[in-house]
């Protein structure tokens, strides 16, 4: 675009929002962009209007940095709503919370992000995905980092048998175990339910004990036990090769 074509424009608009008396002179001078007339002769490359700066706006730092041409990236960059919505829900959980935690919390980013899943129709209805996180370590008071779709109950639906009418997420538990417990430690839960406390402490190398007065739950609570002490019973192939 030639100067009197950008001039043309910025004219109209000031006209379209009632500025149409204003001195064009004064306009001209306050619109018109730095070296956007070619200089005049070609014995240099430099404009005849240099662009200048005050050192209270470009730091001496600044200057240096810039100056030396070499201008790198690490080519980090948070993902974009878009490509965060092809995700699985484990995965978008894990990105948000890692964002959140290097790079600090945006509302609207948090919005945006949650519109992209909605357009998909991947945006659960029955719990929050994209919860805000602050939680870094184990021990911090409050935990706001809980998957609550980690729960025994997933089983259960596979299965299509009774649910549990409040699953317990495993996040909590294991969570929980880890710091107040220690390997072979005897872990009691009086109320069992689908014994999810038993179920993580077998997993985590503790042993356990699960009460509870609802027999389907309590059935299915000892399948679920059965199966981690299983599991943590068969030995892998690094425990074969070892032997």
């Known amino acids: 675009m030639n100067y009197d074509n950008f001039l043309a424009s910025k004219i109209a608009i000031a006209e379209k929002h009632g500025l149409g008396d204003l001195d064009l002179k004064a306009f001209d001078s306050s619109l018109k962009p730095p070296n956007l007339k ?122 299509n048998i009774e649910q549990h009418i409040c699953p317990l997420p495993l996040d909590i538990v294991e969570r929980a175990l880890r710091l107040y417990s220690m390997a072979d430690d005897l872990v009691l839960d009086p109320f069992g339910g689908l014994h999810t406390v038993p179920y993580a402490a077998i997993k985590m190398g503790r042993r356990a004990y699960g009460i509870e007065l609802h027999e389907p739950y309590w059935n299915n609570g000892v399948r679920y036990c059965q199966m981690a002490e299983i599991e943590a019973l068969t030995p892998t192939l690094f425990d074969l090769v070892a032997a």
């Open 38 to 159: 070619p200089p005049s002769g070609t014995s240099n490359a430099y404009a005849d209007q240099p662009v200048s700066k005050e050192k209270a706006d470009y730091s001496l730092a600044r200057w240096q940095v810039d100056a030396a041409a070499l201008w790198k990236s690490d080519g980090a960059r948070l993902y974009e709503p878009e490509e965060l919505a092809e995700m699985l829900p484990p995965d978008i959980i894990d990105v948000w919370r890692n964002e959140q935690l290097a790079a600090g919390y945006d509302y609207e980013r948090h919005v945006e992000i949650g519109h992209a899943l909605e357009r998909r129709k991947k945006l659960p209805k029955t719990f929050l995905l994209l919860a805000p996180k602050t939680t870094q370590h184990d021990g911090d008071l409050v935990w706001d980092d809980i998957a609550y779709i980690r729960t025994l109950n997933a089983d259960q639906a596979r299965r």
